[in-house]
């Protein structure tokens, strides 16, 4: 199983903050690399100060960056309807970089007309350049969202780890370890909460940020909210009382005083009045149940 999960990108990496942090840094990184490699480069157009020149850099920065806007959008909303294997990331990657360096080699030959070139040879060139000034800003950035959730997943597990009862023998491990406490990180591994697992109820999705359900020291129903996936919750605790039952929920099952069979499907009723019935989907119904049959048992 996990040899086959490294033939998959991960799928953080399809996340609006990613993709929105690689294309920011790629745009970045390409202007300064493009702007130095000007005076060693005969046939660029690039100015900054000649007026007529520059609206054609200009045009060719938003269109550019226009076409990996949209490259990136298809690839966050596409993200739930198949996952992206390495070969065919790398492809999408490098079909961005070739159709911007076609869009490049237009306007060279349009502008420039170098004589002593022809189109293959220039967009040959360009999609040298598009390499560097791209494929490098995607690798950096991959790797840098790599680090950061993988540090992140690390200190929730040390965290749950401390915060878990030692035993000495196996056969004293619970089925499902009791929280004490939960400490949650957001995308960027900076500690933003840390609540008592009796004081939590359930944890909601909100795009890229999710919000937490507990009560305070009074008793009364408060809501955080951090930048942080659903997912990156769902993985780091594991094993532990908060289970996924929907799409958008993770529940303190702990808390969990009715299960019960509607129309649609389950719900689980909180012990807070305070609280509506959480849905449970097809999907996660079989993990539900299985704690339900485990503490009956």
């Known amino acids: 199983m996990e040899d086959i999960q490294r033939k998959y990108v991960p799928k953080f990496l399809r996340e609006k903050f990613e993709l929105i942090g690689t294309v920011t840094f790629a745009a970045l990184f390409s202007i300064v690399v493009l702007l130095l490699s000007i ?15 520059f609206l054609f ?10 076409i990996i806007i949209i490259s990136r959008v298809i690839m966050y ?30 306007f060279t030959v349009t502008i420039a007309a170098p004589e002593d ?9 360009s999609f040298l ?25 690390i200190r929730l597990i040390n965290m749950k780890e401390n915060d878990a009862p030692s035993s000495s023998a196996a056969d004293d491990i619970p089925a499902k370890t009791p929280l004490e406490k939960i400490t949650l990180f957001d995308n960027s591994g900076v500690l933003k ?12 999705s909100d795009d890229n940020y999710i919000k937490v359900w507990y009560t305070d020291g009074k008793g009364e129903l408060k809501t955080y909210m951090l930048r942080c996936r659903l997912k990156t919750v769902e993985e780091s605790f594991q094993g532990s009382d908060l289970v996924r039952c929907h ?33 449970v989907t097809k999907t996660y119904t079989e993990s539900v149940l299985s704690v339900f049959a485990g503490r009956v048992d």
């Open 39 to 53: 005076p060693f480069s005969h046939n660029a157009w690039f100015r900054l100060g000649n007026s007529v020149f």
């Open 247 to 279: 799409r958008k929920f993770i529940v303190n099952m702990s808390k969990v005083k009715v299960l019960r069979k509607e129309k649609d499907g389950y719900e689980l009723e909180l012990d807070n009045d305070k609280i509506s019935p959480i849905p």
């Open 117 to 125: 070139m022809s189109f293959t040879e220039i967009l040959a060139h």
């Open 129 to 153: 350049y598009g390499l560097i000034c791209l494929g490098i800003p995607y690798v950096i950035a991959g790797l840098v969202f790599t680090i950061v959730h993988q540090e992140k997943i």
């Open 77 to 106: 909303k596409t993200r739930r309807d198949f996952r992206l294997k390495w070969w065919l990331y790398v492809l999408w990657c490098a079909l961005e970089i070739l159709i911007i360096c076609i869009l490049y080699t237009v």
């Open 193 to 204: 909460l840390s609540v008592s697992g009796s004081d939590l109820y359930y944890i909601e």
């Open 57 to 66: 850099t200009a045009l060719f920065a938003i269109g550019s960056l226009t």
